[in-house]
């Protein structure tokens, strides 16, 4: 069972146009719903994938009742733990010819309670040695005094070996101290644990210093869109890179998440090794969701060869 943890979740809606510009009313020609946040982005694509897998989710008021229906009728397993804050909202524009913009609003912090509540839940799990957690994305209120008994659970699941980050702020400086099985980022993330003067380094430089500080964590993935992607593997052997395949972008939304479930996919529930061989696995899908409007609902019958992920 591969568990995701979504500390940020999103109500969100995508309005259509034959064509937009700001500043005027403007009427869609088509709307629709759907739940953001990258651990469900994550386990929609593990599950689509056949991999057993529980969106872990915060929700409250209108947005997160909203939030907890979709996710029912979507098949996707999930628990969400209700919180008094309603969950945060956003909406997609599209036109064809034109850009993709998003407006989000602002972040929602889970309580207390539901923070404890998802502790003791995860609490129970830890014995089962079969079962990964990914904690994915952003966490509002990480450092509030009411996540301490979410932070120990998450550093137990950690100590074992199974716990898989994909995270930014505060969540990420926290994993960086830990043993995690792998912290997969993108160089945006990684140039800010660099610190001053790191946007002006090559990538491979960043993450030989970045695991040398940080010597806890056991792998390191790092992406960069359609660019490179850069792997430390367990051990002392320099980081390595591969190229995605080529696709023309149409929506890189969600790109980030379907790549990581589908190394999570490679390496919990294929047992593979190597990250090399797990980048190959995944990088496909990961650029058949680029070439495609949302997130991880691409043919899976139509994905780039395997072969097009190449070495520089």
């Known amino acids: 069972m591969i568990l995701t943890l979504t500390g940020n979740l999103l109500a969100e809606r995508t309005l259509e146009f034959d ?50 229906a979709w996710l029912r009728g979507s098949g996707i397993g999930h628990r969400i733990f209700r919180t008094d804050a309603a969950t945060r909202t956003g909406t997609v524009v599209r036109a064809p010819g034109q850009p993709e913009t998003t407006f989000l609003g602002p972040d929602a912090a889970p309580d207390a309670e539901a923070l404890a509540a998802c502790a003791a839940w995860l609490d129970a799990r830890l014995p089962d040695a079969q079962t990964a957690l990914a904690l994915c994305g952003s966490f509002p209120g990480w450092d509030a005094a009411g996540g301490e008994v979410l932070r120990a659970t998450l550093a137990r699941w950690a100590a074992a070996g199974r716990l898989f980050v994909d995270a ?32 002006a380094r090559p990538t491979a430089e960043l993450l030989a210093e970045t695991r040398r500080r940080h010597p806890a964590v056991r792998r390191w993935i790092i992406s960069d869109g359609p660019r490179e992607v850069w792997f430390a593997e367990a051990g002392d052997a320099p980081p390595a890179s591969l190229l995605p395949p080529p696709v023309r972008e149409i929506s890189p939304t969600g790109s980030g998440d379907v790549l990581l479930a589908c190394i999570l996919h490679s390496l919990l529930i294929n047992r593979e090794k190597s990250l090399a061989k797990t980048l190959s696995f995944a990088l496909p899908y990961s650029a058949a969701n680029a070439a495609s409007p949302g997130v991880a609902d691409f043919d899976l019958n139509q994905l780039p060869n395997p072969r097009s992920v190449s070495t520089p």
């Not at 800010?192 to 003067?197: E, F, S, T, Y």
């Open 19 to 68: 064509a937009w510009r700001p500043g005027k009313t403007q009427r869609a020609r088509h709307a629709s719903f759907q739940v953001g946040g990258k651990g469900v982005n994550v386990s929609k694509m593990l599950a689509r994938l056949g991999a057993p897998t529980t969106a872990l989710c915060f929700a409250g008021g209108a947005p997160g009742d909203e939030c907890a």
């Open 168 to 199: 930014y702020g505060p969540p990420l400086t926290w994993a960086v101290g830990q043993p995690a099985g792998l912290i997969k980022i993108n160089r945006d993330e990684l140039i800010q644990l660099a610190g001053a003067g790191g946007a």
